[in-house]
């Protein structure tokens, strides 16, 4: 059974910086294309990051610039570098995972992936 666990999330100040970390176990992790989604209070959940197998990542426009996703396959790993950080930021940050082939990827929609963390929350004080 594939588990994810997400790590790193806290209390940061505006202007903060964090790093986001995912760790997969009970499956081969280059073999998943891996996310990072996000969920505000009383919001849906909204994607942030996607890289596919190989590493081609790609961000919302939302984070482009100051956000960063990377991943590990040596050590089952999925990152996300936060930089900047404002209140609107503030969310429970969820990595997800989706069994895919090589070529296809990277998945935008929750709906597309297999297998989700139980989420580590950002909270950015102004």
């Known amino acids: 059974q594939v588990q994810l666990v997400e790590s790193g999330g806290g209390l940061v100040q505006t202007g903060g910086s964090l790093k986001l970390s995912c760790a997969l176990s009970g499956g081969a992790f280059s073999s998943y294309a891996m996310g990072w989604f996000r969920q505000a209070p009383g919001k849906e959940r909204v994607f942030v990051a996607a890289?596919?197998?190989?590493?081609?990542?790609v961000h919302a426009d939302s984070v482009k610039g100051r956000f960063t996703i990377s991943r590990d396959d040596s050590k089952n790993e999925l990152y996300l570098q936060i930089n900047s950080l404002t209140p609107d930021d503030t969310a429970v940050y969820s990595c997800?995972?989706?069994?895919?082939?090589?070529?296809?990827?990277?998945?935008?929609?929750?709906?597309?992936?297999?297998?989700w963390g139980q989420g580590t929350q950002v909270t950015v004080s102004s």
């Open positions: 890289i596919k197998r190989g590493g081609f990542a």
């Open positions: 997800s995972a989706k069994l895919s082939a090589y070529v296809n990827g990277p998945y935008y929609r929750p709906s597309d992936y297999d297998y």
